[in-house]
């Protein structure tokens, strides 16, 4: 792109469209690169291209010592089996908080379905003035037995 912007600018200067300062400058700039240019050989141009691309090397160490090598693949090692063990945790962890999700609800289904059924029943369950019909007094004590063994402190551990 700035080579074709050059060639235009020098283009437009030749054929006189163009009589700015700055671009006599630039075609002066240009003539002199290219004086420049004629004194060196294509190998000459290309070995200071590829010197101009190569890394400078000077501060790299080339080589590694037996004892530096086997310290890096010792550190490798471990950090892999760091690796394994969290993800190893990390799959536990997952799966116990999947579970719990699961328990909340079906907890949380289970009072829903006490609720239909006490509503359903008020005459017959839960009421502690009238005596139970004997076709209920079953139910009803499983009823109070899920109450007492997941009170509202249970539910509230699970994050209602």
């Given amino acids: ?6 060639d235009n600018l020098k283009n437009a200067v030749e054929k006189g469209e163009f009589n700015s300062e700055a671009a006599k400058k630039i075609n ?32 790299v160490k080339s080589e590694l010592t037996k004892e530096e090598l086997l310290l890096i693949n010792s550190q490798s090692k471990l950090e892999m089996e760091n690796l394994r063990k969290q993800d190893k945790a990390n799959k536990y962890l997952a799966t116990l908080i999947d579970i719990e999700e699961m328990v909340k609800l079906s907890i949380e289904d289970m009072f ?9 029943n008020p005459d017959e369950i839960g009421c502690d003035d009238t005596e139970i019909s004997p076709f209920f007094k079953e139910l009803d004590d499983k009823i109070n037995e899920i109450y007492k063994k997941y009170s509202d402190t249970t539910i509230k551990s699970f994050g209602n």
Avoid: R
């Fill in 1 to 6: 792109m700035a080579s074709n912007f050059l």
């Fill in 112 to 120: 829903s379905y006490i609720n239909e059924i006490e509503d359903a």
């Fill in 28 to 59: 002066e700039i240009n003539q002199l690169v290219e004086e420049k240019l004629k004194t060196y050989s294509t190998e000459d141009l290309e070995k200071k291209i590829s010197d101009i691309n190569k890394p400078d090397v000077d501060n």
